[in-house]
């Protein structure tokens, strides 16, 4: 069964303090690994998917990157804005392939 | 684009009434899911459809819950009877069958049952 274990559970920032949220899974073969930003009240906004270890991709102040059993969210000079919680996903081949297993996510909160 | 549009946004209902939840999947799209989200356990895959053909209703977690697309531009998701561990918030997503497997959420539905 395919797992996905994100860490911290929460993590509170001053802006500007960058940090990096883990995202470790366990999947029969990897399809692809998604980011998705979540406000309060709203659904699930992609950011980046990643499909094969050693790829990195960056959108403004994150950075995602992938290895064989984990995936970071770098945040990088954090600002209030990119207060959320962030969820990490992963897709497996064959089977039902479209199916996407979800962790429970990092509630981050970036401060003055 | 709209986006991925869900109604309605919230629903309060007494345990043992019908509950009906809508959606209307991107324009293009031929992939939608249902899933639930709750502070316990998260995002759960109920159901999704390609083509309007249910694939996968394996996360359906009883018989009192149905989905049905009857086109490309509308599914529904059905609670009957509703029961209070129901209440969650319930999203729908859709994409495209192709080279890019990102799924686009709708804003959700918040399900209260008493």
């Known amino acids: 069964e395919d797992q996905v274990t994100q860490s911290p559970e929460a993590l509170r920032l001053q802006e500007g303090e960058s940090s990096s949220l883990n995202c470790s899974y366990t999947v029969s073969g990897l399809r692809g690994l998604f980011w998705y930003r979540q406000d309060p009240g709203k659904g699930p906004e992609f950011l980046f998917t990643?499909?094969?270890a050693g790829e990195e991709k960056e959108k403004e102040r994150l950075k995602a990157t992938l290895t064989k059993k984990e995936s970071f969210l770098h945040i990088t000079a954090p600002k209030p804005e990119d207060s959320a919680t962030y969820l990490c996903?992963?897709?497996?081949?064959?089977?039902?392939?479209?199916?996407?297993?979800f962790g429970t996510g990092t509630r981050l909160q970036v401060t003055l | 684009d709209a986006g991925v549009i869900q109604s309605p946004r919230h629903e309060v209902t007494e345990m043992g009434q019908e509950v009906t939840l809508r959606c209307k999947p991107i324009s293009g799209h031929n992939s939608l899911f249902w899933y639930r989200q709750t502070m316990m356990r998260g995002l759960e895959l109920l159901i999704y459809?390609?083509?309007?053909?249910?694939?996968?209703d394996s996360g359906m977690p009883e018989d009192r819950f149905s989905a049905k697309m009857p086109n490309a531009s509308f599914s529904t998701l059905k609670i009957q009877p509703s029961e209070p561990r129901d209440s969650a918030v319930y999203f729908c997503?859709?994409?495209?069958?192709?080279?890019?497997?990102?799924?686009?959420f709708g804003p959700g539905t918040r399900l209260t049952v008493t």
């Open positions: 997503a859709s994409k495209q069958t192709g080279t890019s497997y990102e799924q686009y």
């Open positions: 459809f390609n083509n309007n053909v249910p694939i996968d």
């Open positions: 990643l499909y094969s």
């Open positions: 996903a992963v897709q497996a081949h064959g089977g039902t392939a479209s199916k996407l297993t």
